[in-house]
């Protein structure tokens, strides 16, 4: 059986949670390295940013997780948890964990006011548009070699990438009754679980 | 492409879960709170202790305060308007805050009604003393909720006692039979349909988070222990004697809040809390749990 981990530091991971429990995943709060241990993947949920770079500094779970991404974990950061995933910044912080290789602009769209809603066509997970929920959100200015963009917005912005076995969202599919990403994550864990 | 929408409102709460949202008075203590780790800065004139103690009207702070706040942080601004106020929300919203605070620290402008809070396309957090109250202003549409606490207090009492009064009544609600939401709905003095929601859900629709008096990692820590969302630091931490330090502990103490020898760990030297008031002391016109309804 294979164990989820979504890091608990700060944000929405409950929502998180909630969306695996409704497809029966083994899951783990993760606040602690030892956190980390044995899971197949972990969701870096949204929140904020410079929060969760704290936190994990804090309590040095950078190290470790890089480890264990290198090692095979599945890893998935929605809005914050993309930033954080990132290789660059536009902005100058928080530091990212520079796993993904792509570049990431913070608070793209604007204040709250201009968070938004929006269906995204996303051929990987199918015909049916995916609804999209933008909150204070990010997007992805540059896409390196090794990523490749899986979705963007009609005026071509991108808002999510996936590499190997890593995957970006900009939006939040936590926040929907819409479970396709959380599967489609599943299969990337499971696609390397023994 | 849609904005401001319920959606989006309450997402945003639901982003800052798990966090800490200082008060702050100038982008010097915003610059402090945001390296701490907090989740979104309040921006006010002045911390809830100094609100007392200057009596007088407390009004909504000066937009260049603000401003220059938002300018310095790139996590979300929250600030205040007066209960009732809806043209200082109108300015609020156009100076861009993401969050609005429609607060009892401040004077009421309006003792009858509250701000109707569905036509803004900024969210609103409103406080509440029990479940009552906090149906109400989720009527009227905020998109988060607070426990009132008594602010400026340093005294953890009154958050406690508002959020088990939140807390137990959604679990009685939880347990009623269907036939006897509607008599509850009445005596709460909140909608049918929110009741019924809560006793479907088995918790408030929107975010909920503690207020008013929380001055140490382990009051945090305790208002998370008792089901809050997350935490609003007032005067708890720039009245501290070591602001930044205090800061950092809140904010561990909120994530790790089940891990006692965390919270023993971060709870060290921490120096001189802020000066607490005893709320059994404070005369009926000092307290301010009681503006609103």
Aim: aromatic letters at 4%.
């Amino acid at each position: 059986m294979t164990k989820v981990g979504v890091l608990a530091l700060q944000g929405d991971f409950a929502e998180h949670l909630q969306a695996l429990g409704k497809l029966k995943v083994e899951t783990r709060e993760v606040r602690l390295p030892r956190d980390l241990e044995g899971l197949g993947g972990l969701i870096i949920p949204g929140g904020e940013s410079t929060s969760m770079a704290r936190l994990m500094d804090i309590y040095e779970l950078r190290g470790p997780l890089k480890e264990r991404v290198r090692e095979g974990m599945a890893v998935w950061g929605t809005c914050a948890g993309m930033i954080l995933l990132a290789r660059r910044l536009v902005e100058d912080r928080p530091e990212p964990l520079g796993l993904m290789d792509i570049e990431v602009r913070r608070n793209a769209f604007g204040r709250q006011v201009d968070s938004f809603e929006a269906d995204l066509v996303i051929p990987a997970l199918g015909d049916k548009p995916f609804h999209a929920v933008f909150i204070r959100a990010p997007v992805i200015t540059q896409v390196g070699p090794q990523a490749q963009i899986m979705a963007a917005l009609k005026d071509g912005r991108a808002v999510a990438a996936r590499q190997g076995r890593m995957l970006g969202t900009a939006f939040h599919p936590e926040l929907t009754e819409d479970l396709r990403f959380h599967r489609h994550f599943l299969k990337m864990v499971r696609s390397r679980a023994e | 492409m849609e904005k401001g929408t319920w959606q989006v409102k309450a997402g945003l709460a639901q982003m800052l879960k798990g966090g800490v949202i200082m008060d702050v008075v100038t982008p010097e203590q915003a610059k402090i709170a945001e390296e701490a780790g907090a989740c979104a800065v309040m921006a006010l004139e002045r911390v809830p202790s100094d609100i007392r103690q200057a009596g007088g009207v407390a009004r909504m702070a000066d937009p260049s305060r603000i401003l220059a706040i938002m300018e310095t942080v790139t996590i979300p601004v929250m600030a205040k308007c007066r209960i009732g106020h809806f043209v200082e929300a109108q300015v609020l919203e156009a100076l861009g805050v993401d969050y609005v605070d429609e607060s009892e620290v401040l004077t009421p402008a309006d003792e009858t009604h509250h701000i109707w809070k569905h036509e803004f396309k900024v969210p609103f957090v409103c406080g509440c003393r029990d479940l009552g109250e906090a149906l109400r202003r989720i009527g009227e549409g905020a998109a988060m909720i607070r426990t009132k606490g008594e602010a400026g207090t340093g005294n953890i009492v009154e958050a406690v006692r508002h959020m088990r009064a939140v807390m137990g009544e959604v679990r009685k609600v939880q347990n009623m039979n269907e036939d006897e939401l509607q008599a509850e709905a009445k005596a709460l003095g909140a909608s049918l349909e929110l009741v019924r929601d809560i006793k479907h859900v088995g918790r408030l629709p929107v975010v909920n988070f503690a207020a008013g008096g929380v001055a140490t990692p382990a009051d945090a820590a305790l208002m998370m222990q008792l089901g809050a969302d997350g935490v609003f630091v007032g005067s708890g931490i720039f009245k501290a004697a070591r602001p930044e330090r205090v800061g950092k502990a809140i904010v561990q103490a909120v994530t790790h809040f089940k891990n006692p020898e965390v919270l023993a760990e971060v709870s060290k030297d921490l120096g001189e809390a802020m000066p607490g008031l005893d709320v059994r002391t404070l005369k009926q016109e000092q307290l301010l749990a009681v503006r609103g309804w």
